[in-house]
């Protein structure tokens, strides 16, 4: 499979206080795949990761959000950690770059408690999904449908809840960039 996804290129949209290894095993796993990622941020220059308990290392930037264009991009994944998807929810360039993945059907993947992103970007109603546990009246009160589960798909929508899920989350994220736009995605 990962020759047919040579050329293919993920957006990885995050800003200080990711969680490290939501950013770090995505890229990673994406990367040995042959998939191009680049950190999108609304940061120009590096940004710090959240280490579970402490600030971790510094991440460079590729593009910043400014910069970045979603046509560019096959796909789109959301780290969570606290304080990165709080000030992503809050930034309207940041939504609207997460909309536009919908609007062409494309791919996007959510763990722990980025679905907040996916929340204020309004493209959860109607949806399953998972997450971290305490966002989850969070998506039912914005109209989605919440399952404790290691990973969901809906329709080119993947969720996870924690870093222990990472395996099942890159495992599906690498099956929906595979197969590519989803008909029924757009929102």
């Not at 579970?52 to 991009?73: I, K, Q």
């Not at 809050?90 to 059907?105: I, M, T």
């Not at 039912?140 to 990973?151: H, L, M, Q, S, Y």
Request: charged letters at 25%.
């Amino acid at each position: 499979m990962s020759q047919q996804l040579d050329g293919k290129r993920v957006a990885i949209l995050a800003t200080h206080g990711f969680e490290e290894s939501e950013l770090a095993v995505p890229k990673a796993k994406l990367d040995a795949q042959g998939i191009t990622v680049d950190v999108v941020s609304p940061e120009a220059k590096g940004i710090r990761a959240w280490a579970e308990s402490d600030w971790g290392e510094t991440y460079e930037v590729d593009r910043s959000l400014d910069e970045a264009n979603s046509t560019d991009y096959h796909a789109l994944v959301l780290p969570g950690g606290l304080f990165n998807p709080d000030a992503l929810r809050q930034d309207e360039r940041a939504l609207s770059f997460v909309r536009h993945f919908f609007e062409a059907g494309k791919p996007v993947g959510a763990i722990c408690h980025a679905p907040w992103i996916l929340i204020n970007a309004e493209v959860v109603e109607g949806r399953t999904l998972t997450s971290y546990p305490s966002v989850r009246k969070d998506l039912e009160n914005a109209g989605a449908r919440w399952i404790d589960e290691r990973v969901v798909v809906d329709n080119g929508l993947v969720t996870s809840r924690t870093p222990k899920d990472l395996d099942a989350f890159c495992h599906k994220m690498v099956e929906e960039i595979h197969e590519g736009r989803h008909a029924g995605q757009a929102s």
